[in-house]
């Protein structure tokens, strides 16, 4: 995809969400191509995303692999508006995959935090 075509199809979205392309070639020799749309949570998504964590984690305490990996599930559940076809990360093998794309929903999602801490009072 052109630089100018993605700078497009961000413009179109609201400040809330953003749109990401992906290109990976698999240990396979598989080339993955793409366009993803993430979006920001909100608070109650938020709160869905903890809850969802939980269930996944059977309501039980986890090594930290397999909740970090169970991280990365809540988050392309609740984060990830729209796909390529063949993204379907429960049935995923390669974790630099994963990692790849929840990578940059972070990076999405940072954008949005406070320069600098903001105190209770």
């Known amino acids: 995809m052109s630089d100018e075509k993605k700078k497009e199809e961000a413009k179109a979205l609201p ?22 749309t993430f979006k920001r949570l909100t608070i109650a998504e938020l709160g869905k ?6 269930q996944l984690n ?13 991280t990365q599930l809540a988050h392309f559940r609740l984060s990830i508006i729209s796909s390529p076809e063949w993204w379907k990360p429960e049935e995923e093998f390669d974790a630099a995959l994963l990692g790849k794309v929840f990578d940059a929903i972070m990076a999405f999602e940072e954008t949005f ?4 801490p903001i105190e209770a009072t």
């Open 15 to 36: 400040k809330s969400q953003t749109s990401w392309w992906c290109e990976y070639k698999t240990k396979e020799g598989r080339t993955l191509t793409g366009s993803f």
């Open 49 to 54: 995303f903890g809850a969802l964590v939980s």
């Open 58 to 70: 059977g309501g039980l305490p986890v090594d930290k692999i397999t909740g970090f990996i169970h």
């Open 113 to 116: 935090q406070p320069a600098e």
